[in-house]
């Protein structure tokens, strides 16, 4: 198993802001994921963080909007750029070996006044 | 396309009552299935799983068999607790030629209240 953690793990930000999120990974792994759960609802994927390369973006989510770095297999990094209120979330990291083994941070709390 | 369809919450318990949340799913392929588990304020957790047809995937009392001819993984427990208050999520990921391995489609969630 792997053990992911988060930071921050909550923020209140001001519209037109940004906040950088970061994923740590006790262990290499080859998958990492960003999700996005908005309150009371499911989770949506945003991207996929790819070692050494550019993410791949769901529909409707832009790299100028949330850009993602990953420089290693232990690391990510998700940037939610020019906030606004509609961007108050819950952002989760996930990671692993295998595609059946996915595990998640406790998540990111973001509140954009 | 793909997805994965819950039964809708909140659904509200007594303590050693017998759960059944259902969930269907639609996708190309042969997925696997997954229940995870969102504690109050915290992240998901992998509850339990299940790769192939007739897969049953248990864990701390919970069970679900991957009912292909269904389409189904309906999450089963047979006397529930106050500790298992919490949001269950079903998913499926995709393993087939041109799948994101690893990336997860998630149902709406379901709200599980168990009262003592």
């Known amino acids: 198993s792997a053990v992911i953690s988060q930071k921050p793990s909550r923020d209140i930000c001001q519209r037109g802001t940004s906040l950088t999120i970061q994923c740590q990974v006790d262990?290499?792994?080859?998958?990492m994921f960003w999700y996005r759960q908005q309150p009371g609802q499911s989770l949506t994927l945003i991207a996929t963080?790819?070692?050494?390369?550019?993410?791949?973006?769901e529909s409707g989510f832009v790299i100028d909007k949330f850009p993602i770095s990953r420089p290693n297999l232990t690391f990510s990094t998700l940037t939610v750029s020019n906030m606004s209120p509609e961007d108050s979330s819950i952002y989760l990291c996930?990671?692993?070996?295998?595609?059946?083994?996915?595990?998640f941070g406790p998540g990111t709390r973001l509140t954009v006044t | 396309g793909d997805s994965v369809t819950q039964m809708e919450g909140p659904v509200t318990l007594s303590e050693e009552a017998f759960l059944t949340i259902n969930c269907t799913y639609t996708?190309?392929?042969?997925?696997?299935l997954f229940w995870y588990v969102q504690y109050p304020g915290e992240g998901l957790q992998l509850l339990l799983k299940?790769?192939?047809?007739?897969d049953k995937g248990s864990n701390k009392g919970f069970e679900a068999t991957y009912r292909k001819e269904t389409t189904s993984f309906h999450l089963e427990k047979g006397s529930v607790q106050v500790s298992d208050s919490a949001v269950y999520f079903c998913?499926?990921?995709?393993?087939?030629?041109?799948?994101?391995?690893?990336?997860?489609?998630f149902g709406r969630g379901t709200q599980l209240t168990v009262w003592p």
């Open positions: 996930s990671g692993g070996d295998r595609f059946y083994e996915q595990y």
């Open positions: 262990s290499q792994v080859t998958m």
């Open positions: 963080a790819n070692q050494g390369s550019e993410a791949t973006y």
């Open positions: 996708a190309t392929g042969y997925p696997s």
């Open positions: 299940a790769t192939k047809a007739d």
């Open positions: 998913a499926l990921t995709l393993t087939g030629r041109g799948s994101t391995l690893g990336r997860l489609y």
